[in-house]
């Protein structure tokens, strides 16, 4: 049954509040904030030229992406860098956080291993007056990182879900494969797909399972989902890896015409949609959001301020086969 008016009013709701909530600007490409006032003491950074870029495992196209595009940022602007992996490993990340500390790092840009685990290492570098910028996922504290930039993703979220509604005709039974308990984007993007799916009686959700961001696991769990659901017509997926696991689980079943969505923009994901095997996905600009922050890190090394606020947003791009030629490396032309 749909309810287009009051997803509407209800969206049109939700998104001042959570702007409200944040404080964040958000436009499609890079948001413009209002002027935020400069701390009283700027951070001076470590004495030395030498940013840190700090990420996720970049066996992850889209973690890769965020590496090369702040490396090369960084170097474009003078400065010489070293990125780094944590691999999702919050021990891993703090010894990185103190090494950069002992390097005098100038700057420190970082995609964090957890919303709470990382607040301890922020605040370790801060305290040695060494400025971190977060992008992709926030943390749980605000005044300590400079600059937290990441996707709007209960915007990019509500858009691709919309796309998996028309596409199941707004009936059948799906499944969803959920992100990092740890990570508030694996809940934010749920939140943000239910918002859209439970409006429409005709969809049964039967199946809910974490896969962790992992495409093995995203494999693994959909098998033991379509044996207990083999008329499933659709799956909702936290991110594009998961999704490919799900499509090769799909695939590996004999199962066709299957609407499938996920979160990220990746090329596997792209070429997956172009081939009919996935329905869409809603587009990270992470190469965008990378280079904004290298950008800002060096505006308030030499400035004492980036001149925006803390938390930023930038939108994500509903990426369909109508559009999917338009994208490459998760940057949108």
Known sequence: MKKKLLSALLSAAMVAALLSGCGAKTEAAAPAAEEAAPAATALPGGGSNIVYVITPSVSNPFFGTEADAASAKAKELGYEV???????????????FESAIADGAAAIICDNAGADATIEAVQKAYDAGIPTFLIDREINQEGIAISQIVANNYQGAKAIAEVFVEAMGEEGKYAE??????DTNAGVRSSAFHEVIDQYDGLEMVA??????????????????????????????????????AVAALEAAGMKDVAVIGVDGSNDARDAIKAGKMT?????????????????????LKNGSTGLDEKQL??????????????DNFVFK
Request: proline share 1%; with cysteine.
């Open 208 to 245: 809910q399972e974490t896969a962790n961001w992992e495409q093995t696991e995203g494999f693994e769990k959909m098998e033991t989902i379509i044996q207990s659901n083999p008329d499933l017509t659709g799956v909702i997926c936290g991110n594009d890896t998961m999704a490919m696991g």
């Open 314 to 327: 930038v939108d994500c791009v509903a990426i369909t086969k109508d559009n999917a030629d338009k994208l």
């Open 177 to 182: 494969l959920m992100g990092k308990e740890s």
């Open 82 to 96: 070293k990125a780094v992996s944590h691999d999702d490993d919050a021990a891993k990340q703090m010894e990185l």
């Open 280 to 300: 869409g996905t809603a587009l990270q600009q992470a190469a965008l959001i990378a280079e904004m922050a290298v950008q800002q890190a060096d505006d308030y």
